[in-house]
């Protein structure tokens, strides 16, 4: 055989001996590859709806605990069961150290409302404990107190809400507070509390005392002082010389009138265009 013929032979054993090993190699990797189950793979969880967890609810270090296993049907998370846990655990508990809510009634209605100025805000506790559950996890729901209505926006599509301890009026429309106003409310043992609906408006009518009430909306008929109480701005009234002498500023937050509720001529205003004969206005002390 020639040497040209000799080294051709060599070269295409070379080539199938390099491809038989490559064979081998690859046969014996494949042979030997580990599985990696699923939830080992970095990044991923898996999360196992039996396993028992607890939802925190708390201000601070006062808190109201719940488990998951009262909160599940058929394994898994119920809407209906938390919020009937909220209602009974979470909201009687914070109702409790907080001053509780109390009844505001009159011949036209009555309502709930919480007796303490300040007081939890519990606004999303159901909506906030329910994503905690599904989530999972043991999570913490915070819950911070401030300063808030007494009301929660529910009694009507709008309405006004007056705080008599408080001197201070909410406007309530959609679920919402739309502006509060500051008060100088009836002196003690003139005020009234419950539900009234607006009777009548003015716009600046005359009082039996002389004075004028800007913005009047009467809301309240008193026998004892046979006249109507109202909602207007500061009053005003003709000195002996006739020249108008308007109420002081400083009398808004002051207890001074005999039944009606005063405020700020442009807040008295507002309230005048924003509602009508037949809305509510709903006073608790």
Known sequence: MKKKDLTKLALVIDVQLAILLGLILYNGFTANKVSIPYEDVLGTEVVNENVEFTVSVCHVEDCVYISSESVKKDGVIDEGMVYQEVLDKVLGHFEQGYGGKSLASSDKG???YWVDDVRPDLTNIYQDVYRSFKSG???NVEVEVKEMPGTDGKYATKYIEIDNSRQKLYVWRDGAVEKEILLSGPKAGSEVYGVFPIVDKGINPKAPTGDFMPYWMAFYYSGRQQS???????????????????????????????????????DAKYLYESFEKGDLILIHS
């Open 228 to 266: 109507w109480y109202g909602l207007h701005g500061l009053i005003w009234w003709y000195d002996s010389n006739g020249k108008a002498v308007y109420e002081s500023r400083d009398n808004i937050g002051v207890r001074k009138s005999g039944g009606c509720i005063r405020m700020l001529e442009e």
């Open 137 to 139: 996890m043991g999570t």
């Open 110 to 112: 009555s309502f709930v």
